[in-house]
């Protein structure tokens, strides 16, 4: 009988946070339908399609913090990630010719990779509604098939 050992690397971090993203959350397919070639060519966009980032169970006490002057949390702010345009987030499928525009519940637009206006942190649950709208980038905008990715960080203070 032989034995073998194979090393297992595991890392991770455990983290202090005033919320907990709902699972529902994380995980989200938003489906746009489909829209006619036309009416994005003639609008230049689609209309809005709304998704909610749910954050549940925050509390504004640390249970950790032995730093006198962290006596709470405060304040929270979301990052939406992007590592292509500054203004829109890309689309990988297809051409390219769309791109995605992400509007807070106040229709500001998101800049990915800029944090959102920060927010109080309030105990319970906190909706976060978005926006989401398709962009013409192309003057000859092909019919094709697309989809993206977008991720979101959560900032607490």
Known sequence: MSTAVTPIKIGGSIVETACSIDMSSRDQTIDIGTLPLTQIRRNG???PHKFTIRL???SIERTTSN?????GWKY???TFENTQDKTLVKDYGGSGGIALRLNDQFNRI???DVPIPTQDITQGII???YQLTLIN???NLPSELYYTQIRF?????
């Not at 730093?67 to 006596?71: A, E, G, M, R, V």
């Not at 960080?153 to 203070?157: E, F, L, T, W």
């Open 127 to 129: 909706n976060l509604n």
């Open 137 to 139: 980038r192309e003057e």
């Open 76 to 78: 929270f702010h979301i």
């Open 153 to 157: 960080k959560v900032d607490y203070d």
């Open 110 to 112: 998101i800049i990915p």
């Open 56 to 58: 549940i169970n925050c």
């Open 45 to 47: 966009e689609s209309s």
């Open 67 to 71: 730093d006198i002057n962290k006596l």
